[in-house]
């Protein structure tokens, strides 16, 4: 739940940041795909680029400066990851931001 909620504020900061246009939107899907359930939380803000994809995972990255913490991607992903699942992100700067969250329906046993 957690993740989220994570997610979604941050798609809906990519937007509230994204000053190109008055009308933003955020789109919430979920679907089944190979035994697992799929998340999708998309916008059209600002979107990322390649380095910013590749740190968004860090412990205390934030690319909102003194409005981030650097903490909810990272523990998003770590609570996901914690129950079989992973985080996939899809990002362009000025086309925005697709996060897929994949669950597995039957966690595996830890190696």
Excluded: W, Y
């Excluded at 940041?17 to 955020?26: E, K, L, P, Q």
């Excluded at 914690?82 to 046993?109: N, Q, W, Y």
């Amino acid at each position: 739940q957690a993740a989220v909620v994570t997610l979604l504020e941050t798609a809906l900061d990519a937007c509230r940041i994204d000053r190109r246009t008055d009308g933003h939107s955020v789109r919430l899907g979920l679907g089944r795909e190979n035994g697992s359930a799929v998340l999708t939380v998309e916008d059209d803000g600002i979107g990322m680029d390649r380095e910013t994809r590749e740190r968004i995972f860090t412990l205390f990255f934030s690319s909102k400066g003194l409005e981030g913490t650097g903490l909810g991607l990272f523990i998003s992903n770590k609570v996901v990851e914690k129950h079989g699942g992973e985080i996939v992100v899809d990002s362009e700067p000025g086309r925005g931001t697709r996060f897929r969250v994949r669950l597995p329906f039957v966690r595996s046993a830890p190696p």
